[in-house]
């Protein structure tokens, strides 16, 4: 019984989340002529942005996926396999989800920092990494960048997007950065929830190609390790991946 009352509150509050973050956003298209998509692990374009990036494909915008990790350490402490081997994998169905989604292996970069520890605050990694980025934005010349919400509960998207945070602060043409959720649908902290409401909050219709979204997530969840049976890109928390399955997408500007 204890464990039902636990999953049930689990459930009332990504069910509260959710619908207050619907209720705050607004319809709207979002149509760049060059995009850059920043994730901090293969799987994490798709679940946050494979509706829109799949849509920006088909209007010919100019697409780039950067990848700061290639998730080589989701079977940690798990069956044994290498790091090495997991995040092999890793990259290959990060090529071939993009590519259902439109956006093909020329376009995908790999900054290849390590899994569970992107540097984060103002040392010497985290200054790096935000240059690196910089320089990245400086060359492809975006209009649009798609980053995980600095108050993302999981410490590699955090770092993701203080990191670009202080690219962009450093870069001299105008850009407009969507920040999408992850792990925030599952973990925000409510007094966040009540901050969030000073955000713009907008929400893209992707149910045109929500089954192409779906195929794309199958690329990550249906590949398991022989090892130990899980996908390669671990186990996600029960009611995880539903979040991502719905016929719209949340992202969130800063005024």
Known sequence: MQTTVKEMMRICRRVLIRTCIRGLSCPRIIAPRNALI????????????????????????????????????????????????????????????????????????????????????NGGGFCGTSNDLLRLIDKIEPDAIFAPHPWEPWPDHRAAGEILKKAVNKYRNPV???????????????????????????????????????????????????????????????????HFLYPYEIFFTEG
Not at 193 to 205: E, G, N, Q, S, Y
């Open 38 to 121: 920043v994730a901090p692990h293969p799987d994490d374009e798709t679940l946050g942005c494979g509706g829109i990036i799949n849509l920006m494909s088909q209007s010919a915008v100019r697409l780039t996926v950067l990848f700061l990790t290639d998730g080589e350490s989701s079977h940690q402490s798990c069956c044994g396999i290498s790091k090495e081997e997991v995040g092999a994998m890793r990259r290959r169905l990060a090529v071939q989800a993009c590519a259902k989604l439109g956006v093909s292996p020329e376009d995908l970069i790999w900054f290849g920092l390590p899994d569970g520890q992107i540097s984060c605050g």
């Open 176 to 242: 407009t950065v969507y920040y999408y959720p992850v792990w925030l649908w599952h973990g925000l902290c409510l007094t966040h929830l009540l901050a969030i409401r000073k955000m713009d909050t907008i929400r893209v219709d992707i149910s045109a190609v929500l089954e192409t979204k779906r195929q794309a997530l199958n690329e990550y969840f249906s590949s398991v390790n022989p090892f130990c049976n899980r996908p390669y890109c671990g186990t996600m928390p029960k009611g995880f991946t539903e």
